[in-house]
């Protein structure tokens, strides 16, 4: 552990006299704050190297003021500053590369007040998701918010990444739902902004992943709780046919909460041996959740034994076995599984579901029956939460969120499979959809030998899948942000606008403290 | 040209062409045709020490009209988004849209006349569509030129965490931080089904909160506007099935707020009035309505319950809402760092008719 330097002595004295009992430099702390859910890290993790770049201090401050408080002294100081959530995030973006404090802000958790009359919520940055979503239902409300990683995530840190929850395409992403935000720039100063001004300035800060200041605070959109929810399951023969499918729904103007539409391979290793019982029965496995029971020493696959062997050899042999999934997987079985969900009120939801009906089936889907939508609807959730065990195993896995205009989507979609089929098992699926658009999720694992090797295959698979990414002109991330993993290709991906976004942090964090070294900068 | 043109006229003259370079009383008028050209105009007016604005605003400076940059640059029929210049009307572009079945959608009716670039480089707090909602959130990537010539071009995706918007540094920034050059907009397909529906209430308050109940029950109407006289309107489309539900909803609202259904009432249509007059626009919390804003035609809109005004018509255009002070301050830094020589003036939203034409 690295001893502190003379700077954070000064400064960490400062806030302890501030925030007494709120300020830790204990070994424990600062390696539990060391790392998030960055595959990457958890590679090093497995090969022995927990905290690379800990912080030199943790505090938690309770309130806009003293958050204001602490950037003033770091700034006063050139010390670092990283705002901290739960941790959940995938791409590096709260590790302290450049130590310094990390600013934890679990203890600001109120929610400040809930508007039934105008339909808002205003909550402070360090609530878990799930706690908000719990206490808005209590009321009668809902955020229609729900990343899979609602019980590990907070509000702030759903704003700082421009977060999509999985009933997007209803409720909207993170950013379209923010009405206020209360935010600590760079320098302290606070500042409390309407979103829709002009300039939108909300729309700076929200995905600016705290390199431009701290959001305390916000008022967002909320949605009465739905009375009903229908969600049901649908084949079509290939991907192309499924995604048209979508495309056609969302320009009819439906509103589904949820559509999600796996890719051959995604499908097939998405059914379970209750395929076809549309009357529930045992829950089915998402294909990661049976990938990850698979590697996992003490996990109980579903899956039958041929399975496990054909996902065994995609470790050592990737491009083989997805060259031989592309090729037999659309004739030998059911095609491609599509979800489709609507909620909301009675009348609205069963008519919008009938009329979805009919487009579906008008562009070629056959009805699954309910089965499949509330099997998923039930266990969304669990595959975040099995991931440790495969980098245990020896392996890693991880998830590329990417999305276009309609025009280009399977363009985007075989650019990436051929970029990345060599170096790793990967398989997709379609969700996050939108009148103009939609987001490819891909996941991909494979294997190194030891934790260099390892880093080293995913840096590769990294590259080349972004690569193929902003060459067909897609954005290299639909919701879960840049980080540090993706910071490379922010030039690419924002060409001469990058200068943009240095003259707003150049504005907002003069002393560039800030969560230095991240998003490109 | 007159004989007291600027002495470097000439070299606007070589940047845009003669014919589409004016000059009055010391001052040039510029009619670039492409983003290279404007560049120029940028390149050729720092290096003079000259200023660039738009319309009244440019006082001294060298005035730029984008009446010839008013091309549809790419029509994208399968993601239903079209990119334009800067200088097209929105009449043009809904012409242009109109050809191939689709509409803007979002477009308030008094902005028909205006330019997309005027619109966004300047927005006003506007009539939305609940289904839509406001003209800014239906713009889904920007083209610009920056104070030192920079070209910028946001990248197109439905959504993006990459992060900030960056576009929203230069949209409302009213030119002073960047040029709009052209703009990426979602369209709408026109639905095989619309149907419009109006009922009737006792009193406003009445009409407004079965509006609200509208809006919180799910509804997304097309549009939906209540007038002074109690009627609540509404439009809907999409799949019969669906627009039949919406219509049914807004029928058992109504009568649970005291309406009665309006046989052949007008229909709302915020398409669909194209040389409406000129609005004013004020925020209305919850169901709280001041009487002093109540007028002819109200129109109760918002992207949802808790982004609804009300536009009453038949006032005039309101004034640019000023920026909140602390707002006004990081404006006035980011315009420092990005525009050190202060080279783009202010363009202030009265000029949006002048550029229209």
Not at chain 1, 68 to 90: D, E, K, L, N
Not at chain 1, 280 to 298: C, D, I, W
Request: one cysteine or more; a neutral charge.
């Amino acid at each position: 552990m690295p001893p502190l330097a003379a700077r954070t002595h000064e400064l960490v004295g400062e806030l302890e006299r501030m925030m007494p009992g709120r300020v830790s430099t204990t070994p424990p702390d600062r390696v539990a704050y060391a790392r998030d859910l960055w595959p990457r890290g958890l590679i090093g993790v497995s090969g022995g190297s927990p905290a690379p770049h800990p912080p030199d201090a943790v505090v938690w401050p309770t309130s806009t003021e003293e958050v204001s408080a602490i950037v003033r002294a770091a700034a006063r100081s050139g010390t670092p500053i990283v705002p901290f959530g739960a941790g959940s995030g995938v791409c590096g973006g709260t590790l302290p590369i450049r130590g310094g404090v990390v600013v934890d802000l679990k203890r600001m958790r109120s929610i400040v007040e809930v508007d039934a009359i105008a339909g808002t919520a205003t909550v402070e940055a360090g609530i878990l998701g799930e706690h908000l979503e719990h206490e808005l239902n209590r009321r009668g409300f809902t955020l229609g918010h729900f990343p899979s990683s609602i019980m590990c995530s907070t509000f702030g840190g759903w704003l700082a990444a421009r977060s999509a929850g999985q009933f997007s395409t209803k409720y909207g992403k993170i950013e379209d739902m923010v009405r206020r935000l209360t935010f600590v720039d760079g320098r302290g100063e606070l500042h409390t902004v309407d979103a829709g001004a002009a300039p939108d300035v909300a729309q700076w800060l929200v995905g600016s992943e705290g390199t431009l200041g701290i959001i305390t605070r916000a008022t967002v959109t909320v949605c009465k709780k739905p009375e009903l929810q229908l969600y049901r399951g649908w084949a079509f023969p290939r991907v192309a046919a499924g995604c048209e499918a979508i495309r056609r729904l969302l320009q009819r103007n439906l509103r589904p909460a949820c559509v999600r539409l796996y890719d051959e391979l995604d499908s097939f290793l998405h059914r379970g041996e209750k395929d076809h019982d549309r009357g529930g029965g045992e829950p089915e496995s998402s294909a990661l959740e049976q990938y990850l029971s698979l590697l996992a020493p003490t996990g109980k696959s579903v899956i039958g034994e041929w399975k496990k062997r054909a996902i065994a050899l995609a470790l050592t042999r990737p491009e083989l076995v997805n060259k031989l999934a592309s090729t037999f997987l659309p004739y030998a079985q059911n095609g491609c599984l599509l979800i489709v969900g609507f909620e909301g009120d009675r009348g609205l939801t069963e008519a919008e579901a009938r009329a979805a009906a009919v487009e579906l089936e008008r562009a070629g889907g056959r009805d699954l029956g309910e089965g499949p939508g509330q099997r998923w609807l039930q266990h969304r959730y669990a595959v975040s939460f099995r991931m440790s065990k495969v980098f245990d195993a020896g392996a890693f896995v991880d998830t590329m969120e990417v999305a276009t205009t309609w025009d280009k989507l399977l363009e985007l979609y075989r650019a990436v499979r051929a970029a990345v089929s060599p170096l790793a098992f990967i398989m997709a699926h379609f969700s996050h959809a939108y009148a103009d658009g939609c987001s490819i999720y891909f996941t991909f694992a494979a294997r190194g030998n030891g934790a260099a090797d390892a880093e080293k295959k995913y840096d590769d698979i990294w590259r080349a899948g972004l690569a193929a990414v902003t060459r067909v002109g897609a954005t290299i991330s639909h919701h879960h942000g840049v980080g540090l993993s993706k910071a490379p290709f922010m030039p690419e991906e924002h060409g001469a606008a990058m200068e943009v976004y240095r003259a707003l942090k150049d504005v907002l964090d003069p002393h560039g403290v800030m969560n230095p070294g991240k998003m490109g900068l | 040209m007159s004989g007291d043109a600027p002495f470097w006229s000439d070299r606007l003259v070589h940047a845009v062409g003669a014919a589409n370079v004016s000059t009055h009383a010391g001052r040039a008028r510029v009619r670039p045709g492409a983003p290279a050209e404007l560049c120029d105009v940028v390149r050729i007016a720092g290096e003079v020490g000259a200023r660039v604005g738009v319309g009244a605003a440019a006082g001294d400076a060298i005035d730029v009209d984008f009446a010839r940059m008013c091309n549809v640059l790419h029509l994208d029929e399968t993601s239903l988004v079209v990119t334009a210049q800067a200088g097209i009307t929105f009449d043009a572009l809904e012409r242009a849209l109109g050809e191939r079945g689709l509409v803007l959608g979002a477009v308030p009716s008094w902005a028909r006349g205006r330019t997309l670039g005027a619109l966004l480089a300047a927005p006003r707090p506007s009539e939305a569509s609940p289904r839509l909602g406001r003209f800014v959130q239906t713009c889904v990537g920007i083209q610009a030129l920056l104070p030192d010539g920079t070209e910028i071009a946001t990248r197109l995706a439905p959504r993006k965490a990459t992060g900030p918007d960056l576009m929203h540094a230069i949209v409302g920034s009213r030119g002073a931080l960047g040029l709009i050059t052209a703009a990426t907009i979602r369209v709408q397909r026109r639905q095989d089904v619309q149907q419009s529906a109006a009922f009737a209430h006792p009193t406003l308050p009445q009409a407004l909160s079965a509006a609200r109940a509208i809006l919180v029950r799910g509804g997304r109407p097309v549009d939906l506007s209540v007038s002074a006289a109690g009627v609540l309107a509404l439009d809907v489309d999409g799949p019969e099935a669906f627009a039949a539900a919406e219509v049914a909803l807004a029928a058992e609202v109504a009568r649970a707020h005291g309406g009665e259904p309006v046989p052949h009432a007008p229909p709302p249509r915020l398409m669909s009035r194209p040389h409406e007059r000129g609005v004013a626009l004020e925020r209305v919390d919850g169901e709280v309505l001041a009487p002093a804003l109540v007028g002819d035609a109200i129109r109760v809109v918002g992207w949802h319950v808790a982004g609804a005004c009300v536009v009453d018509s038949a006032r005039a255009p309101a004034a640019d809402p000023p920026a909140p002070p602390a707002t006004a301050a990081l404006l006035a830094a980011l315009k420092k760092r990005l525009d050190p020589q202060d080279r783009f003036v202010d363009w202030p939203a009265r000029d949006h008719d002048r550029v229209a034409h």
